[in-house]
Structure formats: structure tokens, C-alpha cells
């Protein structure tokens, strides 16, 4: 059976991504901290660190927030994403 995505929530989808987005990039923030802990000064100062996960949650938010609105204009016009779906039985 084929089904078509032709609306997304712009709000909704922009939200989670921006949650994403910051769960992604807190490890990296562990990771980039790691040199600092053992070397002294790091590449990064300790500002950045805080910083930088929350400017990817806000990008994020705001590509996803811009993207979500251009999807939903293009799949109004032409249709949206297709795919085919099964039945598993499995619930």
C-alpha cells in the first residue's frame, strides 16, 4: 500500500529536531572537553563548550522550522514523500 506525506507540523517537527540536535552534540561536547581535562588548555575554551551544543539546537531548530515550511509548500504542488507500508500482524 503507497501512502504520501503531504503536511508535516512545522512547530512540532522543528521542536524535536532542536532536542536531537543537542542530544547529538553532548557527547562531542565530552569529547572536546577530554584535552582540557588532562593537558590543561584545550582547543576550545570553556564558553565554547556551553555554547556550541546550544547555537546546533538553535540552528537546528531554525533549518529544520525553514525546511519543514518549504517541504510542505513543494508536496502541496507536486506531492509529498512516497513509500509503501505492510501489514506485520505484529502489535
Known sequence: MKKQVVHVSVMQTSKVMAVLYLVISL??????????????????????????????????????????????????????FEFTTVETGAD
Open 27 to 80: 557527547p562531542l561536547v565530552v569529547l572536546s572537553a577530554i584535552p582540557m581535562l588532562f593537558g590543561g588548555q584545550g582547543a576550545l575554551p570553556v564558553f565554547m563548550l556551553i555554547l556550541l551544543p546550544l547555537l546546533y539546537m538553535v540552528f537546528g531548530y531554525l533549518f529544520t522550522l525553514l525546511g519543514a515550511w518549504v517541504y510542505n509548500l513543494v508536496a502541496a504542488r507536486i506531492g509529498g
